[in-house]
T-cell receptor, first 113, second 110 residues
Framework: DTGVSQDPRHKITKRGQNVTFRCDPI?????LYWYRQTLGQGPEFLTY????????KSRLLSDRFSAERPKGSFSTLEIQRTEQGDSAMYLC???????????FGQGTRLTVV | DAKTTQPPSMDCAEGRAANLPCNHS???????VYWYRQIHSQGPQYIIH???NNETNEMASLIITEDRKSSTLILPHATLRDTAVYYC???????????FGTGTRLKVLA
């Protein structure tokens, strides 16, 4: 068990470009979460998957954001037409069930220039 | 989920116990208290959680008051590697969303 894996760890992109991040959860974890964290703040919930179904999407997620979890395994988070305000750490977490603790990955730090 | 309140920062001498308080006066009966920590530039790390009984694991102890309105995370022998931001979260059984505040920045001093 290598934990939750996120790729890339760092991404610098120009404003207006599209970016995609990948998250590989702990195997057998059927719940997967995406969070966003800006400097000095705690992580903020973005979206939640149970298996391949996306069950909740935060209002923080504008139409430029989309997340998928095909086949209930890895997940991708895409940001279209990036803006400077999208600069943040994007964190992925997974858990075995709703009543078990979530384990977080190391995050992808996005910088939009 | 109940709101939690933590001091913004604390210092602790290396080798001493670090006691991190958390107030959750509006916590409901089915809400657990979770503690996570985040070392600089890393993802949050799960520490411990509990409902009403005190809990202990290899990392820490969690003391919850009888009325459940507050709790204390205890790191028995703090080391420099325990320097991190510690988050206290109240999360209801069966829910999946962790609502993080700004946490307590613990600095362990040599």
């Amino acid at each position: 068990d290598t934990g939750v894996s996120q790729d890339p760890r760092h991404k610098i992109t120009k404003r207006g470009q599209n970016v995609t991040f990948r998250c590989d959860p702990i195997s057998e974890h059927n719940r997967l979460y995406w969070y966003r964290q800006t400097l000095g703040q705690g992580p903020e919930f973005l979206t939640y998957f149970q298996n391949e179904a996306q069950l909740e999407k935060s209002r923080l997620l504008s139409d430029r954001f989309s997340a998928e979890r095909p086949k209930g395994s890895f997940s991708t988070l895409e940001i279209q037409r990036t803006e400077q305000g999208d600069s943040a750490m994007y964190l992925c977490a997974s858990s075995l069930g709703a009543n078990t603790e979530a384990f977080f990955g190391q995050g992808t730090r996005l910088t939009v220039v | 989920d109940a709101k939690t309140t933590q001091p913004p920062s604390m210092d602790c001498a290396e080798g001493r116990a670090a006691n991190l308080p958390c107030n959750h006066s509006t916590i409901s009966g089915n809400e657990y208290v979770y503690w996570y920590r985040q070392i600089h530039s890393q993802g949050p790390q799960y520490i411990i959680h509990g409902l009403k009984n005190n809990e202990t694991n290899e990392m820490a102890s969690l003391i919850i008051t009888e009325d459940r309105k507050s709790s204390t995370l205890i790191l028995p022998h703090a080391t420099l590697r325990d320097t991190a931001v510690y988050y206290c979260i109240a999360k209801a059984r069966g829910t999946y969303k962790y609502i993080f505040g700004t946490g307590t920045r613990l600095k362990v001093l040599a």
